[in-house]
C-alpha cells in the first residue's frame, strides 16, 4: 500500500509551493478530509482495475483516494500549473496507473482519453457541473457510473422527480441516461478554502438507452421548459409547428395537453417524441 496522508497540512504546502490562490471562476475549492475523499470512493463502488475518468483533480486529494482503492485513474484538469504538478504528487506517494489530461472537461471528447472509462467520480467545479456531467455521458457510451460532488441544490435537482418543486431541464436529462439518486450530504468545513454552500453526491447508473433518439427527446425538454408555467400544448407549439399540433402529438403519446412540463418523466418525453 502506498502512503496516502493528504490532508490539510499537505494541502496548504503544496498550494504555497505553487503560490496558488483558488480562484472562484474554476470553482477551486480543494477537499482537505481524507474522510471525504474514502466516502466519495467508496459511494462509487470503485474496485481494483476500474477506469476511472476523474475531472477536475485539482491538487490530487480525491486522485489519490482513487489510486488506493486500485483504480486506473485518467484526470482531465484544465488549470495547467494543476495538471503539471499531479504526477508528481502521485509518484511521490508510490502510486501508478494516473494519466493526466490538461483540458477543458465542457470540451470532452472520447478521443482524448487512452482508456474507455468505467466510473466518473469527482468533486466537479460547481459552476459547469451539470454541462459536465452531461457532456461526458454524452460523448463517452463506455461510462456505467457517475458519481460526483456536486452543489447540494444541483444534487437535489439532478435527483428530482417528476412533480417536485426542483424538477426541472437537468432532472430529466440526467434520467434519459439511466437512474439517477442523491447521495450524502457533505459538509463545507472539508474544502479549502471554505465554500459559501453545502455539497452533495449524486449518482447515476446507466441504463440502457432508450429506443427514441437522445436529440429528439433533449429538444423537447428544452422547448417544453423554456415556459414551465404554461401548458404543454402551449410550451410545445413552436417545436410541433402549432398549438394544434402540439395537442395532437401529446393526445397521440396518452398526455393531457393542459399539463405542465414538471409533471413530465422520461417515459413521457420519449412517448412525444415517437409521436411527433
Ligand atoms: N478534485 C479536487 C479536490 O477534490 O480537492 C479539486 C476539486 S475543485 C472543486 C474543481 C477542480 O476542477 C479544480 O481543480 C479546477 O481547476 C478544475 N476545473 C474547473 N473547471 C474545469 C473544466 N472546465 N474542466 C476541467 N477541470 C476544471
Same mark, same amino acid.
Not at 493528504?6 to 503560490?19: K, M, P, Q, T, V
Given at each position: 500500500m502506498a502512503g496516502t496522508e493528504f490532508g490539510a497540512g499537505e494541502i496548504r504546502a503544496l498550494a504555497r509551493e505553487l503560490n496558488l490562490r483558488p480562484t472562484k471562476t474554476?470553482?477551486?475549492?480543494?477537499?482537505?478530509?481524507?474522510?471525504?475523499? %474514502?466516502?466519495?470512493?467508496?459511494?462509487?463502488? @470503485?474496485?481494483?482495475?476500474? *477506469?476511472? $475518468? /476523474?475531472?477536475?483533480?485539482?491538487l490530487g486529494s480525491l486522485t489519490l483516494a482513487l489510486l488506493e482503492a486500485g483504480a486506473h485513474v485518467t484526470a482531465l484538469e484544465i488549470?495547467?500549473?494543476?495538471?503539471?504538478?499531479?504526477?508528481?504528487?502521485?509518484?511521490?506517494?508510490?502510486?501508478?496507473?494516473?494519466?493526466?489530461?490538461?483540458?477543458?472537461a465542457l470540451q470532452l471528447t472520447a478521443e482524448q482519453l487512452a482508456e474507455a472509462p468505467s466510473?466518473?467520480? %469527482?468533486?466537479?467545479?460547481?459552476?459547469?457541473? @451539470?454541462?459536465?456531467?452531461? *457532456?461526458? $455521458? /454524452?460523448?463517452?457510451d463506455s461510462l456505467e457510473v457517475v458519481d460526483v460532488m456536486v452543489q447540494k441544490e444541483v444534487a437535489d435537482r439532478l435527483a428530482a422527480d417528476p412533480g417536485s418543486r426542483t424538477y426541472g431541464v437537468p432532472s430529466l436529462k440526467a434520467a434519459w441516461y439511466g437512474k439517477v439518486s442523491r447521495g450524502p450530504l457533505i459538509p463545507r468545513s472539508v474544502f479549502w478554502p471554505v465554500p459559501n454552500v453545502d455539497s452533495a453526491l449524486v449518482r447515476i447508473d446507466r441504463a440502457p438507452a432508450p429506443g427514441t433518439d437522445r436529440e429528439a427527446c433533449f429538444a423537447i425538454i428544452d422547448a417544453a421548459f423554456s415556459q414551465r408555467r404554461k401548458t404543454l400544448r402551449q410550451s410545445l407549439a413552436r417545436w410541433a409547428g402549432s398549438p394544434q399540433r402540439a395537442e395532437e402529438i401529446l393526445s397521440a403519446a396518452g398526455i393531457d395537453p393542459k399539463q405542465r412540463a414538471e409533471r413530465l418523466s422520461i417515459g413521457d418525453v420519449c412517448a412525444i417524441a415517437s409521436h411527433a
Amino acid at each position: 500500500m502506498a502512503g496516502t496522508e493528504f490532508g490539510a497540512g499537505e494541502i496548504r504546502a503544496l498550494a504555497r509551493e505553487l503560490n496558488l490562490r483558488p480562484t472562484k471562476t474554476l470553482g477551486q475549492n480543494f477537499v482537505i478530509d481524507p474522510g471525504t475523499t %474514502a466516502k466519495i470512493v467508496r459511494h462509487a463502488g @470503485v474496485e481494483p482495475g476500474d *477506469r476511472v $475518468l /476523474e475531472i477536475g483533480p485539482g491538487l490530487g486529494s480525491l486522485t489519490l483516494a482513487l489510486l488506493e482503492a486500485g483504480a486506473h485513474v485518467t484526470a482531465l484538469e484544465i488549470d495547467p500549473r494543476l495538471a503539471a504538478r499531479l504526477p508528481q504528487t502521485v509518484a511521490e506517494r508510490g502510486y501508478k496507473n494516473l494519466r493526466v489530461i490538461e483540458g477543458d472537461a465542457l470540451q470532452l471528447t472520447a478521443e482524448q482519453l487512452a482508456e474507455a472509462p468505467s466510473k466518473l467520480v %469527482a468533486n466537479l467545479p460547481y459552476n459547469v457541473a @451539470v454541462p459536465a456531467i452531461l *457532456r461526458a $455521458l /454524452e460523448e463517452l457510451d463506455s461510462l456505467e457510473v457517475v458519481d460526483v460532488m456536486v452543489q447540494k441544490e444541483v444534487a437535489d435537482r439532478l435527483a428530482a422527480d417528476p412533480g417536485s418543486r426542483t424538477y426541472g431541464v437537468p432532472s430529466l436529462k440526467a434520467a434519459w441516461y439511466g437512474k439517477v439518486s442523491r447521495g450524502p450530504l457533505i459538509p463545507r468545513s472539508v474544502f479549502w478554502p471554505v465554500p459559501n454552500v453545502d455539497s452533495a453526491l449524486v449518482r447515476i447508473d446507466r441504463a440502457p438507452a432508450p429506443g427514441t433518439d437522445r436529440e429528439a427527446c433533449f429538444a423537447i425538454i428544452d422547448a417544453a421548459f423554456s415556459q414551465r408555467r404554461k401548458t404543454l400544448r402551449q410550451s410545445l407549439a413552436r417545436w410541433a409547428g402549432s398549438p394544434q399540433r402540439a395537442e395532437e402529438i401529446l393526445s397521440a403519446a396518452g398526455i393531457d395537453p393542459k399539463q405542465r412540463a414538471e409533471r413530465l418523466s422520461i417515459g413521457d418525453v420519449c412517448a412525444i417524441a415517437s409521436h411527433a
